[in-house]
């Protein structure tokens, strides 16, 4: 009886060591290391210079019909593969070439179904692929991520899935995040020795967007959640239509098709995590055969300072001649567009315009001058006139459109929001998404989308000070810029320390320094970027505007210089021959000292803005000084309180 025992348990465990499989890909330079596991179910499990990072951690995917894809895998086959090409995005972000290196497996299922892993120097994705026919029903996801230590983190708490993705990050070990709480994407986890892993995903098209949950199982551990499918939702309004009711499953989709991906961002460096294109990079390619139209660049915008217009022989508000102004003061510094916010169209109704707005006169006048035209829409109102609306804008001659309080991202509106993008592009229209979920790789393959919200930014200033500061400002680069452009809408004239900022809604202020507000310009990634302030500021603060006409929206090269995540960030940028070199603090006072390396040889001009010796009780002061720069030297910051630095650095003739 005995010997029978050890037979049937020698010959348990032999069944179980041949059932358990390992597949390994690592990064091109050997410090990530990817493990998947077979053993009942598909898990898998990444090493940083041979230090477990990520403790083993399950996948799987359950499709109506075929049950889970990873239970029980029977893989028939691997495929493995390196890549290293450039890529070339239609509007340059960072830089107009992007090298994109990394090593590919590819586990073959017998289940109709792949999934694939891709591994760079600086983080790595999965993502399932299936190939069945017709239409499938996904019914869940499962993905799981276990920590191995307590690890700090940065997580944007979600009270629902209704939500303008605009939500605190609570700085918290995982341990003491309560169990079911969840977050929106970007969310950031710091290990030991600095590691930091950024989660977030890419490639996200016909399927709900993706959210992390605190593992009730696990207290080191995360769970993904996503909306399901919309049944019902309930308009409460011309802009709020949450869902009511939900049906069983997550999706119904093609079957032959690919998932997004499922991307960590791993670095012990903060200018590295800072630098990262890799959601850009797992993007689907560029799905439009006309780009020639799509022209980036800084906005009017009438609505943060409530078009509080002074020195002016008209009563300013939502009329044409309010508009030509805005137009005026466009063409005379060189900015390519003026937006007009809420209030040109009676609300539910996109094609009756209000008696004060002469719409063709307003688009003539500003083609005129060489100003583009941006309306702001309601994304239902949108939606429901669809056809009708679009049309009209394109005989308008309108040039974008800023689509609002989308505020979901189950399957029916990411499907909503690449609907808009590919029909607008039709029409030549630009587009930039409020109310918005993150980035996740619509704007690589329509990049007629340049921006989006979904970004606790400067608006917040107008009602509260507890959102909107510097602090948030030095936090944003290093998590939610990580997933693409922001339209944070910097320019703010009106200046606030700490102690003397208050919301005032109709003539806000912005915490921290001038400089900072200026050198924002060139830390935040945004091809549409906004100038928040009134005209009539601007106009009164003419070194301001010498340096906000001249800096662009999109750049050849950057390099992240100095970076501490919530502390400070020195970054450059190159346009053509011509660098920008910009710095930001928090509420900490800051000395720096900046090798001028990454110029060419050869003697500069740099033209400087920085905080002036009172901007700590004043934070308007600023000093402009030019001097002689070379790529030898190392130039001393000094950033009061909230402060800010900021230089263009140019050729004589330049």
């Known amino acids: 009886m005995l010997i029978r025992l050890l037979i049937c348990l020698f010959f348990n465990l032999s069944v179980s060591w041949a059932q358990t499989k390992t597949y390994q890909v690592t990064s091109p330079d050997k410090k990530i290391k990817v493990t998947i596991i077979n053993e009942q179910h598909l898990q898998f499990q ?30 028939l086959n691997i495929e493995h593969k390196t890549v290293n090409q450039e890529i070339s995005p239609v509007v340059p972000v960072k830089n107009t070439v992007i090298g994109d290196h990394y090593n590919q497996l590819i586990l073959n299922l017998k289940k109709k179904a792949g999934l694939e892993f891709r591994v760079y120097n600086q983080g790595f994705a999965y993502r399932w692929l299936t190939h069945i026919d017709g239409e499938v029903q996904v019914d869940s996801e499962l993905v799981q991520i276990n920590f191995p230590q307590n690890y700090l983190s940065y997580f944007p708490k979600e009270d629902s899935f209704f939500s303008h993705h605009e939500r605190l990050y609570q700085r918290l070990p995982i341990k003491q995040i309560p169990a079911g709480s969840f977050a929106s994407l970007p969310c950031l986890f710091i290990g030991p020795d600095s590691m930091k892993i950024l989660i977030t995903e890419s490639d ?111 009563r300013a508000g939502i009329n044409t001649t309010t508009y030509k102004y805005f137009v005026d003061f466009a063409a005379r510094y060189g900015i390519e567009y003026i937006l007009l916010d809420e209030g040109w169209y009676k609300l539910g109704d996109l094609l009756s315009v209000v008696p004060q707005i002469d719409m063709e006169e307003i688009v003539n006048y500003a083609h005129q001058k060489g100003v583009g035209v941006i309306l702001w829409v309601v994304w239902k109102t949108l939606d429901e006139q669809f056809e009708p609306a679009m049309q009209q804008f394109e005989k308008w001659g309108i040039d974008g459109i800023k689509v609002d309080f989308m505020q979901r991202d189950d399957q029916w509106m990411v499907r909503y929001y690449e609907k808009v993008a590919r029909e607008a592009a039709k029409h030549h229209l630009l587009v930039d998404f409020h109310g918005s979920y993150k980035p996740a790789g619509l704007r690589r393959a329509f990049p007629n989308v340049l921006t989006r919200e979904g970004v606790p930014g400067l608006e917040h200033n107008k009602w509260s000070s507890e959102v909107a500061t510097p602090e948030m400002a030095l936090t944003l680069p290093f998590i939610r810029m990580v997933a693409g452009p922001m339209d944070y809408t910097p320019g703010a004239m009106i200046n606030a320390t700490k102690e003397q900022h208050h919301p005032v809604w109709n003539r806000p202020m912005s915490q921290g320094t001038r400089c900072q507000q200026l050198a924002m310009y060139v830390v935040f990634e945004s091809p549409l970027q906004m100038l928040a302030d009134s005209p009539s500021n601007y106009l009164r603060e003419a070194e301001a505007m010498d340096f906000l006409s001249r800096v662009p929206t999109v750049w050849d090269e950057t390099r992240v210089l100095k970076a501490k995540i919530a502390d400070y960030v020195v970054v450059a940028r190159r346009k053509g021959e011509i660098w920008y070199l910009a710095a930001i603090t928090d509420w900490t006072p800051r000395e720096l000292e900046i090798s001028l390396d990454f110029l060419p040889s050869g003697s500069f001009w740099a033209d400087i803005f920085e905080d002036g010796l009172n901007a700590d009780r004043n934070a308007i ?20 309180p909230g402060g800010g630095w900021v230089a263009r650095i140019f050729k004589d003739d330049q």
């Not at 402009?624 to 950033?639: A, D, E, G, S």
């Open 204 to 314: 996200l098209y016909d399927y709900p967007g993706l959210f992390l949950k605190k593992s009730a199982k696990s207290e080191l551990g995360f769970t993904g959640l996503l909306p399901h499918y919309p049944l019902e939702e309930k308009k409460k309004n011309d802009r709020d239509v949450p869902v009511v009711k939900s049906a069983s499953y997550l999706a119904k989709t093609e079957g032959g098709r690919t998932f997004p991906w499922r991307v960590f961002v791993i670095t012990p460096d903060d200018e590295t995590l800072m630098e990262s294109e890799l959601v850009f990079k797992l993007a689907r390619p560029l799905q439009l055969e006309d780009v020639s139209w799509i022209q980036p660049g800084k906005v009017a915008w009438d609505w943060w300072n409530a078009l509080n217009l002074y020195g002016v022989n008209f």
């Open 46 to 75: 990444v090493h940083y210079k041979n230090k477990e990072i990520i403790t083993p951690s399950p996948i799987n995917l359950k499709i109506y019909g075929a049950g889970f894809l990873a239970e029980n895998a029977k893989i």
């Open 621 to 640: 002061d600023y000093r402009r000084n030019k001097m002689k720069v070379n790529h030898k030297q190392t130039i001393k910051m000094h950033l009061a």
